[in-house]
RNA sequence: CGGGGCGUGGCGCAGCAUGGUAGCGCACCUGCCUUGGGAGCAGGGGGUCGGCCGUUCAAAUCGGCUCGCCCCGACCA
C-alpha cells in the first residue's frame, strides 16, 4: 500500500529538486518531450499559462507604445556576420539551412536565433528621418537555439518569446526606453506571475552580445539557482551603424538612430514552477491559472447527491457570472480525495468542497492552494461565494508572491569576505544570491566564477550604499552585486 | 564534448549472475459496489524485451557494435 502511494507521489522537492521539477512538469500535463532532441510539446495546460502571460504582457507592451508585427523566421546567414559581437555570440548555436526546394541553397539561411539583424535591415528601410522616430515594434515568435544541454522550459532548443526592438533619436530617450521596459517586466513578473525580482544591471560578461548595456529582471528559485526571468538591452548605435540605418535629424544631419531590444521568454513557465510549486505539485497565481477554482462535490447517499450537484451548479453559475474561471468536477466514480490531489497537482488556486453537510448548512469549505492541509481551509457561505472566492484569490495572489520574496529574502546573504562568499557556494545546487561589493574588473569575476561557479547575476538599481572593497581583491568597490549560480 | 544513470505493455519497475520463449503494481475496458484526503471485488485487453550483428538446439538474459533518453559539468534566454 505504502509503494501505491509513493508511485502515485511526485519526487520530494528537497530530494531532488531537478527530479522534482521534471515530475511537476510532466504530471501537471503542461508539457512533453518530443521527438526532436531539446524540443517540447506545449500541452494545452501549459500553453493556457503562456497564453495567459502573454495577452497580459502584451496589453502592458502596447501600452508603453510599442505594435506588434511579425519578421521572418529564415535570416540571411550574411547578416548574422555584420555585428561582430553578435556573430561572435550567437554563431555556435546557430541552425543553419542550407536545402530548398531539392536544391542547395545560393546563400545559406539561418533560423532566427533572435532577430535584431533582419528587423534592422528593415529598419534602415523604413527610416529616414526623425519624424519616423521612435519606431518601436515587437514581435511574438519562436526562435532557435542549438543548445548543448537543455532543460524543459528553462532552455529548449526551440522556445517561444516576445522581442522588442526599438529606435530612437537620441541616445537618452533610449536608454530611457531600456529602463522602461525593464520595469515593466519586474512588475509584471511580481505583480501577474508573484516571482519576486531583482532589477539591475549585467556585468560586461553577461551581456548580450552587440548591446552596450543589458539590464535584467532576476529571481531565486526554491534551490538557491538564480534565473533570469528577462532581459532590456541597450544596444547604442551598434546595430544601426552594421545596418546602416540613418536619418536626417531636426538640424539636416544624417545620424544613426540608437536602440534597444527586449524579451522574455517561455521560460517564465519554468519560474512559475520553481518559485511556487510544492510537493504536492503545482500553484498556480490565480491570475496566470486558466482554472482558478473547481467545485468538489461530494455524496453518499444517493439521495444526496441531487441536492449536492444542485447546490455545485448553483455556486458555479454564480462565480461564472462574476468571472471567476472556475469548473465543476462532477466526474464519476472518483472520490473526493483522489479529486483534490489531483487538482493540487494541476496547481488550481482555489478548490471549493460541497457535501451534504454543506448543503444543509449552506455552507463550502474553501481549500486555499497556498496554505497546504487543513490549515488552508475554511467555510464560506453559498450565498455570496463569488465575493468570497474572489477576495480569497486575490489573497492567495499576494500571499504567493509573499511567500517566494521571503524565500529569496532568506537566500540572500550580505557577503563581506571572499572565504564566506566560497562558504556559500559551496557543494551542489544553489547557494542562493551573494550580495556583495565588487569592484567590476573581469578577473575578480572570472575568480569567483572558476572557483565557485557563482556568476554575476545582477547588480542591483537604485543602490544607496556608501563605497566599500571588492570581495575578492580588497581594490575599492564602489557598488555591490548579486552572484549565484544561475541556471 | 566529459562524467553518471537508464532503455522490458501507456507509466513505474522485476526478471538477466546460473539462456528454455515475459511478470508485477498503477493506468485502461466491462460489471457490481462506492464518493468528506489518492475506494473495493470480479472478469478482461494490451508488450517479443531500443536497434543491428554474433554465439547457441534455444537469447530480455551471453559478446560486439549502434541509436536514443535523463541527470551533473562546459555554452546559453
Known amino acids: 500500500m505504502a509503494d501505491k502511494q509513493d508511485e502515485k507521489k511526485i519526487t520530494p522537492r528537497s530530494e531532488d529538486f531537478a527530479g522534482w521539477y521534471n515530475d511537476i512538469v510532466l504530471r501537471a500535463e503542461l508539457a512533453d518531450y518530443s521527438p526532436v532532441r531539446g ?8 500553453f493556457a499559462i503562456w497564453e495567459a502571460l502573454r495577452d497580459e504582457l502584451d496589453r502592458r507592451i502596447k501600452k508603453t507604445g510599442a505594435r506588434n508585427a511579425y519578421f521572418p523566421l529564415f ?176 538640424n539636416n544631419q544624417m545620424v544613426h538612430p540608437w ?25 498556480l497565481p490565480p491570475a496566470v491559472a486558466s482554472t482558478q477554482g473547481v467545485i468538489v462535490p ?7 447527491r441531487d441536492a449536492v450537484l444542485n447546490a455545485a451548479r448553483a455556486a458555479l453559475n454564480e462565480l461564472e457570472n462574476a468571472n471567476v474561471r472556475v469548473r465543476l468536477d462532477d466526474r464519476e466514480g472518483l472520490t473526493p480525495g483522489f479529486k483534490y490531489n489531483d487538482w493540487e497537482m494541476r496547481g488550481v488556486p482555489l478548490r471549493i468542497e460541497i457535501g451534504p453537510r454543506d448543503v444543509a448548512s449552506g455552507e463550502a469549505v474553501m481549500a486555499r492552494r497556498d496554505i497546504p492541509g487543513a490549515a488552508g481551509k475554511s467555510k464560506a457561505s453559498l450565498d455570496g461565494i463569488a465575493g468570497h472566492a474572489q477576495s480569497m484569490l486575490a489573497e492567495i495572489q499576494k500571499n504567493l508572491l509573499a511567500q517566494a520574496r521571503a524565500a529569496m529574502t532568506a537566500n540572500t546573504h550580505s557577503v563581506a569576505s571572499y572565504a564566506r562568499l566560497q562558504e556559500q557556494m559551496a557543494g551542489e545546487g544553489g547557494g542562493g544570491f551573494a550580495d556583495i561589493y565588487w569592484c567590476g574588473r573581469a578577473e575578480c569575476e572570472t575568480k569567483i566564477r572558476d572557483e565557485t561557479r557563482a556568476t554575476c547575476r545582477a547588480i542591483p538599481l537604485n543602490q544607496s550604499l556608501s563605497p566599500g572593497q571588492c570581495v575578492v581583491c580588497a581594490e575599492p568597490a564602489s557598488e555591490r552585486a548579486l552572484f549565484a549560480k544561475a541556471y
Open 75 to 250: 535570416i540571411p546567414q550574411s547578416f548574422l556576420k555584420k555585428e561582430a559581437q553578435h556573430v561572435e555570440g550567437f554563431a555556435p548555436e546557430v541552425a543553419v539551412v542550407t536545402h530548398g526546394g531539392g536544391k542547395e541553397l545560393e546563400e545559406p539561411l539561418i533560423v532566427r536565433p533572435t532577430s535584431e539583424t533582419i528587423i534592422n535591415h528593415m529598419f534602415a528601410q523604413w527610416i529616414h528621418s526623425h519624424r519616423d522616430l521612435p519606431l518601436m515594434v515587437n514581435q511574438w515568435c519562436n526562435v532557435v537555439r542549438w543548445e548543448m544541454r537543455t532543460r524543459i522550459f528553462l532552455r529548449t532548443a526551440e522556445f517561444l518569446w516576445q522581442e522588442g526592438h526599438t529606435a530612437h533619436a537620441t541616445r537618452e530617450e533610449a536608454e530611457r526606453e531600456t529602463l522602461t521596459m525593464l520595469e515593466v517586466y519586474r512588475k509584471f513578473a511580481e505583480d501577474f506571475l508573484a516571482i519576486p525580482i531583482v532589477a539591475g544591471r549585467k556585468s560586461a560578461a553577461e551581456r548580450f552580445p552587440g548591446a552596450e548595456e543589458t539590464y535584467t529582471i532576476e529571481s531565486l528559485m526554491g534551490d538557491g539557482r538564480a534565473l533570469q526571468c528577462g532581459t532590456s538591452h541597450f544596444l547604442g548605435q551598434n546595430f544601426s551603424r552594421a545596418f546602416e540605418i540613418r536619418f536626417l535629424d531636426e
Open 259 to 283: 536602440q534597444t531590444s527586449w524579451g522574455v521568454s517561455t521560460r517564465l513557465l519554468g519560474a512559475i514552477v520553481m518559485a511556487h510549486g510544492d510537493d504536492q505539485g503545482l500553484r
Open 298 to 304: 461530494i455524496w453518499r447517499k444517493a439521495d444526496d
Open 39 to 46: 524540443c517540447i510539446v506545449f500541452r494545452p495546460d501549459g
